[in-house]
């Protein structure tokens, strides 16, 4: 059976207005709500940065309130999106304390985080503290490691810890070469590795890094076939839903 975009659930999206660099408001947050539901797409997860010590740093209750106010928006002009709860967490020292107050987002309330590792520093420390975390009993997704420099420069580390439990999510933009080759080099290369369990889209607007288009899909699917579509864009998203 053909891998159908209407099932896809989006699990990296920037659509809550005025909380980080993704919608700066409602209507910018509608119309990327419009673009999913134009696609058929009827459920995603809404991941804006928690990067503790700045602006972009939203808790737990502000992020639930967001999304009933946007939720009443879409209801008021007719978008059927339902929008879920999440985070994407800069990897911080004070990550695990963090954790241990229960102040920090999981996907949908799965018990599985999503976990944004730095472009410009050392990622030694993110995997620690991801082992950290896995040992603690709950899931850790690491965010599009393929656009990060250390890791195109080594990849042997993040593998072994995906051996452990450590899941990967992939940018749609890397796999459609949008981020450069050497980010879908190595976007490949963890295919090829079967290290891949999300593909996403990071959506942040209509504009930047914009939802998947059927145009888009139908190349993905062409590329890693149905089965591998359905499975990391559907089945492993539906069941963090659950």
Same mark, same amino acid.
């Given at each position: 059976?053909?891998?159908?975009? =209407?099932?896809? &659930?989006?699990?990296?999206?920037?659509?809550?207005?005025? &909380?980080?660099?993704?919608?700066?408001?409602?209507?910018?947050?509608?119309?990327?709500?419009?673009?999913?539901?134009?696609?058929?797409?009827?459920? %995603?997860?809404?991941?804006?940065?928690? %990067?503790?010590?700045?602006? $972009?740093?939203?808790?737990?209750?502000?992020?639930?309130?967001?999304?009933?106010?946007?939720? /009443?928006?879409?209801?008021?002009?007719?978008?059927?999106?339902?929008?879920?709860?999440?985070?994407?967490?800069?990897?911080?020292?004070?990550?695990?304390?963090?954790?241990?107050?229960?102040?920090?987002?999981?996907? /949908?309330? #799965?018990?599985?985080?999503?976990?944004?590792? #730095?472009? @410009?520093?050392?990622?030694?420390?993110?995997?620690?503290?991801?082992?950290?975390?896995? *040992? *603690?009993?709950?899931?850790? %997704?690491?965010?599009?490691?393929?656009? %990060?420099?250390?890791?195109?420069?080594?990849?042997?580390?993040?593998?072994?810890? /995906?051996?452990?439990?450590?899941?990967?999510?992939? @940018?749609?933009?890397?796999?459609?070469?949008?981020?450069?080759? =050497?980010?879908?080099?190595?976007?490949?290369?963890?295919?090829? *590795?079967?290290?891949?369990?999300?593909?996403? #889209?990071?959506?942040?607007? &209509?504009?930047?890094?914009?939802?998947?288009?059927?145009?888009? $899909?139908?190349?993905?699917?062409?590329?890693?076939?149905?089965?591998?579509?359905?499975?990391?864009?559907?089945? @492993?998203?539906?069941?963090?839903?659950?």
């Amino acid at each position: 059976m053909a891998a159908d975009i =209407s099932q896809f &659930i989006d699990i990296h999206v920037h659509i809550l207005p005025g &909380i980080d660099d993704g919608a700066k408001n409602l209507d910018e947050s509608a119309a990327l709500a419009e673009a999913y539901v134009k696609e058929g797409i009827s459920q %995603i997860i809404a991941t804006p940065h928690f %990067i503790p010590g700045t602006a $972009w740093a939203a808790d737990r209750t502000y992020i639930t309130e967001k999304i009933h106010e946007l939720q /009443a928006h879409l209801k008021e002009k007719k978008i059927p999106l339902k929008i879920f709860p999440g985070m994407e967490i800069a990897y911080h020292q004070k990550l695990i304390i963090r954790l241990g107050k229960d102040l920090l987002q999981p996907l /949908a309330e #799965s018990g599985t985080y999503l976990l944004e590792p #730095s472009f @410009n520093d050392s990622t030694a420390g993110l995997l620690q503290c991801a082992k950290q975390i896995m *040992k *603690k009993g709950f899931g850790v %997704i690491l965010a599009h490691p393929e656009r %990060i420099p250390a890791f195109q420069q080594t990849i042997e580390p993040l593998l072994d810890l /995906a051996k452990e439990g450590l899941q990967i999510q992939l @940018n749609v933009g890397s796999v459609l070469n949008k981020f450069g080759e =050497s980010s879908k080099r190595l976007a490949m290369h963890l295919f090829d *590795k079967e290290c891949v369990h999300y593909l996403a #889209s990071d959506a942040h607007s &209509i504009e930047r890094r914009s939802p998947v288009t059927g145009a888009e $899909w139908k190349i993905l699917t062409d590329l890693l076939g149905d089965e591998l579509i359905t499975r990391i864009c559907v089945t @492993n998203p539906s069941e963090l839903l659950r």
